[in-house]
């Protein structure tokens, strides 16, 4: 077998004599795998890959919804935030009204109260000053009797008087 | 230096490589004669390719499982790449003939790379086996073409876009490459398969001859190794697209 093979052709492929052989098993191999894979592996391997594809598809479609739900929700949280914000602005706005207006009354009434002190107190000062103007003119006629009585003149109260009351109002004047 | 030593060696007679006898078909329960029943070397290693085509397709793929382990994505990768290739090349109504096709690559992929295993037997390095295989995708495609086209798939040969004094050199042309096909499928397998193996074989004895210097040829023979490889792999491909492309003109002969 060897002689022949090596010596002969040299060539095992062209030894026709094997090829029904050959032919034989490599037939019955590939129906044998044909069967196989037709029957078990390839149906099998496809419906996996089937199977996971749909799998793939549907988390993605799920994921899509899941993401545009929490958009809706990002939505909605910042529409609250700013009903918030803007219910605090009314209400920092209605207290800050409020405070305005009583601190108007407030200050209207010290007004008042003021005018009402500032008008006391200029009426007691004009009395302070008509009494002391009173007080000044009393002084000043005293004063002028004994002055002009060192003079060794009898002076009548009338003329002093009168002549003080006129000094007194030329220096007001 | 060690070219003249590997010359002397030769002629004195020192080794012989016999680089063919790997090939040889032989019975394996005794017996002289290789009948058609005999089983053969070429019946085991046939065997062995199903046996490991089953192991990675039906045993990778067993878990069904949704994320896949890595036998499956091994199962899975080849099922998507020859679906795919399919799909691509012979169109969309290719891929009911997508388990034939499978069935051509698993067993020409793994009766490639089996043979690779020191000691293997390569069945498709074999002309009987790669001529069948080869025979039986032309038959196939031709009598599928006929059936689907009727008397118009001949118009495959009658090249409408060409100008009308060209046509019938280039029907006879066609006619002529057509017929060469399952000649040029058969043997460019055949014959790369047996090629690789034979170089592989001759390094080897090369290697044991040369002592010392055999590291030489033993670093060649893993380059060769590496190279043969991806030979049985491209090989494989190789065989399954032309299937494809010759499907595909059955399917749609008309340019």
């Known amino acids: ?173 | 230096m060690i070219e003249g030593k590997r010359i002397v060696a030769e002629e004195t007679g020192g080794f012989a490589i016999y680089p063919m006898e790997q090939f040889i078909v032989r019975p394996l329960l005794g017996g002289d004669t290789v009948g058609l029943f005999t089983i053969t070397n070429v019946t085991l290693w046939m065997a062995l390719t199903v046996l490991a085509v089953s192991a990675v397709l039906v045993f990778g793929s067993r878990g069904r499982a949704l994320v896949p382990t890595r036998s499956q994505s091994i199962a899975e990768v080849l099922y998507s790449f020859i679906y795919k290739m399919v799909e691509d090349v012979a169109g969309h109504d290719g891929v009911k003939y997508f388990p034939y096709i499978m069935t051509l690559f698993m067993f020409i992929l793994f009766s490639n790379l089996l043979g690779l295993i020191p000691w293997a037997f390569t069945t498709t390095s074999h002309i009987a086996v790669t001529a069948v295989l080869a025979l039986a995708v032309f038959i196939s495609v031709t009598v599928l073409g006929f059936v689907l086209h009727g008397a118009s798939f001949l118009r495959l040969f009658w090249i409408s876009s060409a100008p009308l004094a060209l046509r019938p050199v280039l029907a006879l042309i066609e006619i002529i490459s057509y017929f060469v096909r399952p000649l040029s499928h058969s043997i460019r397998l055949a014959g790369n398969m047996m090629a690789g193996h034979a170089v592989v074989k001759v390094f080897a004895g090369f290697a044991g001859a040369l002592g010392i210097f055999g590291i030489l040829p033993i670093v060649a023979v893993t380059a060769v190794y590496g190279l043969e490889l991806l030979v049985s792999v491209i090989q494989a491909y190789v065989f399954t697209i032309l299937t494809c492309v010759y499907l595909r003109d059955a399917l749609h002969p008309h340019h």
């Open chain 1, 1 to 173: 077998m060897d002689a022949e093979a090596t010596g002969g052709a040299g060539m095992p492929q062209l030894e026709f004599s094997t090829f029904p052989n050959q032919i034989l098993w490599l037939v019955v191999a590939l129906v044998v795998l044909y069967l196989i894979l037709s029957r078990v592996a390839l149906p099998r391997i496809g419906s996996v890959l089937a199977e996971r594809t749909g799998t793939i598809a549907n988390d993605i479609a799920a994921a899509e919804t899941y993401k545009m739900q929490a958009a809706e929700a990002e939505a909605a949280y910042h529409k609250a935030l700013e009903d918030a914000r803007a219910a605090a602005a009314k209400v920092i706005e209605e207290a800050r009204a409020d405070i305005q207006k009583d601190l108007d009354i407030a200050i209207a009434k010290a007004d008042a109260e003021i005018a009402a002190r500032s008008a006391e107190s200029e009426r007691r000062i004009g009395e302070i000053r008509d009494s002391a103007m009173e007080a000044v003119t009393v002084v000043a006629k005293d004063a002028t009797k004994d002055i002009v009585t060192a003079f060794g003149v009898k002076a009548d109260a009338r003329s002093v008087t009168a002549a003080v009351n006129a000094r007194i109002k030329g220096g007001a004047a």
